[in-house]
Structure formats: structure tokens, C-alpha cells
């Protein structure tokens, strides 16, 4: 079993950053790779980035790739989503989730675990 607790959301303008962080508690969370995703009002959860195990691969989204990074700390049970050059469009609630494989974690459906989320809002 694990636990996830997002964190770092906020209001932010256009062209800003922010830093979300997603913290783990359990004993397997080193063996999971990690996703971020998010879901606007009126859609669909969708995929944003994920991080393998080692933290040694990650995988974008089109969307965020080049302005967002994914990092993790496995001693500490964390891992953070780096969000810059934020538009409006990225105005969502962003989840983190534990995924068994890297490479369906890019699939909301293969996670095991969810946290509650973390609301992000960008104004324009």
C-alpha cells in the first residue's frame, strides 16, 4: 500500500513557474515508476510525464515537453514536478499516481495508486 499528498499547487500568471511535489509513504515506493497527470474541468484526466524507478528515464507529454521536469528522490520519497513558462491551458488539477511499468505509465488505467490532487490555476 501506498499513500500519495500532493502539494505546490497555486494561482500563478502567464510565463510563471511552480513546483509540485508529491510525497510517498509505504515501503514500495522505490519500486514504482511515477506519473503526473491532470484534469482540466469538463475533461478527461490526461497524461502528463512520467519518471522511471531509478529516476534514470522520463517520458513528456507534447504539450509540456521542454517547459516541465520530473525528478524524484527515492530516500525521501518524493518526487516533483518543475513547471515553467506556465500558460492557461495548463490550468488543471494535477495528480501524481504509481505506476508498475515505466512504459504504460502513461496510461491513467495502469496506475495503482492515486493522490488527491493538487489544483493549479494560470491566468493570463
Known amino acids: 500500500q501506498v499513500q500519495l499528498v500532493e502539494s505546490g499547487g497555486g494561482l500563478v500568471q502567464a510565463g510563471g513557474s511552480l513546483r509540485l511535489s508529491c510525497a510517498a509513504s509505504?515501503?514500495?515506493?522505490?519500486?514504482?515508476?511515477m506519473g503526473w497527470f491532470r484534469q482540466a474541468p469538463g475533461k478527461e484526466r490526461e497524461f502528463v510525464g512520467a519518471?522511471?524507478?531509478?529516476?534514470?528515464?522520463?517520458e513528456y507529454a507534447d504539450s509540456v515537453k521542454g517547459r516541465f521536469t520530473i525528478s524524484r528522490d527515492n530516500a525521501r520519497a518524493t518526487v516533483t514536478l518543475q513547471m515553467n513558462n506556465l500558460k492557461p491551458e495548463d490550468t488543471a488539477v494535477y495528480y501524481c499516481?504509481?505506476?508498475?511499468?515505466?512504459?504504460?505509465?502513461?496510461?491513467?488505467?495502469?496506475?495503482?495508486?492515486w493522490g488527491q490532487g493538487t489544483r493549479v490555476t494560470v491566468s493570463s
Open positions: 519518471i522511471s524507478w531509478s529516476g534514470g528515464s522520463t
Open positions: 499516481a504509481c505506476q508498475r511499468k515505466f512504459h504504460t505509465a502513461s496510461r491513467p488505467e495502469s496506475a495503482d495508486y
Open positions: 509505504g515501503h514500495t515506493f522505490s519500486s514504482y515508476a
